[in-house]
């Protein structure tokens, strides 16, 4: 369970009990026990398993969530999971999201997908994880809306990703008010291969490269460069650059100023993240092993965080100057997000600020430069809201104050930083519970679509009101009469309703699941209902269509695709007799029985009414 060798394992025994001979078993008798283990643990199949430990995890905590997407033939193709601590993390810091499925590491090759972020420490946290089963665009838009649907249809602001066609196209359909931006590394990897001629030759291709990438505040003078830098390395008619500035919206700093991204740009949290898994999985591991192992990688991720969160209560940065504004940021902002402000305040020494308008406005614009001769940044200050604004925009794209702005304020006196310029993400009040982060942007949409919908939405509101309620007696007893006093009135409204005869569930419940694209099985898992393919029409004698195990002389089995590429999970369970053999999302052999009617239960309950039986 710790991911320690079998031969460690016994070494590290043998120390405690004072040699091997002190031990009681030999080497081989580990490594039989631990086949034991595992056979045990994988009786049901390898899909089992998973199933069966996902649904253990449900059990210990109800707000885990997962979702498993089958095929026609009950075969596993996408898999998605979240724990509570995930939905948590995403709804304080899920603004900007670093998403990456280029990682594989189990027997079936399957791409591994994080959802992953950064926290107020700059740590990188974990909002979800997913096996996908290939990378088409159908299988990112189930990915996306899953996911989307976990964390209550809060969408990032920003998402983060490799040039892939097919993710940049679900991302579209699924992720409309998200602004997608390209990985910088993995354009600049590209470059590398397509352009290795000039990229490595000696006339600074990699420089003027780099200026079009992260440099420049206004697109007239972006395109000049851009322009310029084709011309001089003789690349006009490259095709793989033209194709590159056919998006340049999703790579060009220039046109992600605006854009909140944490000050990042690339996926570098993924692929951190990934590297960190690389200590913990392995590629022969089995899925059951897999999330195992995973857990561990996630648990040591949140000890992290745990550690600089009492770091940040019990320790304090060093202070560059005894200045008023370094004291302010310190007291707001947690330690490693201090140090980048500080770096920006202590480099205003080297600008000078040169007032533009000299007339007394409502607002005073400055060119600020470095050293009076380098680019001039204008910037524009207003005394009465205390609103300032920089040509290079870094607060709207990294969410603290930039030199340019800082330098100005210091001319200006201004000896705090002015409220409206302090992220809570950044703060260290970022954890502090609060309930409207668990909503989304339009709630009422989320709870008029199902009961299981309604369900999720009032679980993470109550989770939040329990963790703040635990902390103390008081706040437990104050929330014990508070919940009795609403469930109170809940049921009061609930008799209004039925008495005005209003009792009468949303159509979007009464949504039979033959209709959908989507088709839940026996298991209550969703699987692909593909195009083609008929939909069951029967129906019973109370007016409701049967479901699969109650259609008669159902005698067609399912054909298993063996010709795929890749590897399937079907949910069979091995651990029965032959001749019990069940699938254990569909029958697969016609099962039917007698509805009796209510008439003969009538019948029944008479005869024995003496209570014999």
Known sequence: ?????????????????????????????????????????????????????????????????????????????????????????????GDVVCFDSTYKTNEYDRPFAPFVGVNHHKQTIVFGAALLYDETTESFEWLFQTFLGTMSGKQPQTILTDQCAA????????????????????????????????????????????????????????????????EKHGLTENKWLKNLFELREKWARVYGRQTFTADMMSTQRSESMNNILKKYLKGSYNLLRFFTHYERALDDRRFKELTADFGMMHTSPVLSAPVEMLQHAVDVYT??????????????????????????????????????????????????DETIHCSCMKFSFAGILCRHALKVLAKKDVRRIPPAYILNRWSKEAKARTIPFYHSANPNDTVKE????????????????????????????????????????????????????????????????????????????????????????????????????????????????????????????????????????????????????FSQLLEEFDKNRDGSS
């Not at 600020?353 to 007394?360: D, G, I, P």
């Open 450 to 597: 199902s009961i299981g919908k309604r369900y999720s939405h009032i679980c993470r509101t109550f989770r939040e009101i329990a963790s703040v309620a635990a902390e103390h007696i008081e706040l437990t007893g104050c929330a014990d009469e508070a919940a009795f006093q609403l469930l109170d009135k809940l049921k009061e409204k609930k008799k209004e309703l039925v008495k005005a005869n209003k009792w009468i569930l949303p159509a979007s419940d009464l949504e039979l699941v033959e209709e959908e694209d989507e088709v839940l099985n026996a298991r209550g898992i969703k699987r692909k209902n593909p195009p083609g393919r008929p939909k069951n029409k029967k129906v019973g004698r109370h007016g409701r269509y049967l479901s699969v195990l109650e259609t008669k002389n159902r005698g067609i089995s399912k054909s298993s695709n063996n010709g795929t590429a890749k590897k399937k999970l079907s949910f069979q369970d091995t651990s029965l007799p032959p001749d019990t053999q069940l699938s254990v999302v569909s029958a697969t052999s016609p099962i039917s029985y007698n509805e009796p009617s």
């Open 335 to 384: 330690p490693e997000v201090f140090t980048l402000f500080q770096k920006e305040y202590t480099a205003i020494g080297d600008y000078v600020a040169k007032r533009v308008n000299k007339s007394e406005m409502v607002s005073a614009e400055y060119n600020v430069s470095f050293r009076g001769v380098g680019r001039n940044h204008l910037v524009t200050y207003v005394a009465g």
């Open 1 to 93: 369970m710790s991911g320690i060798s079998a031969k460690a394992t016994v070494e590290m025994m043998s120390r405690e009990v004072g040699g091997q001979a002190n031990l009681g078993f030999m080497h081989k008798d580990l490594k039989n026990y631990i086949y034991r283990k595992r056979m045990a643990a994988m009786e049901k199949g390898d899909a089992g398993a998973v199933l069966e430990y996902f649904q253990k995890k449900k059990e210990e905590n109800a707000s885990f969530f997962y979702s498993m997407q089958l095929d026609e033939d009950d075969m596993i193709t996408n898999i998605f999971w979240a724990d509570d601590r995930s939905i948590s993390d995403y709804n304080l810091f």
């Open 167 to 230: 993710m940049a196209n679900a991302i579209g359909k699924v992720l409309p008010e998200t602004k997608h931006r390209l990985c910088v590394w993995h354009i600049y990897q590209n470059a590398a291969k397509r352009l290795s001629r000039v990229f490595h030759g000696p006339d600074q291709f990699v420089t003027d490269f780099r200026d079009c990438v992260d440099d420049h505040e206004n697109e007239a003078e972006w395109l000049s460069a851009w322009s310029e830098m084709l």
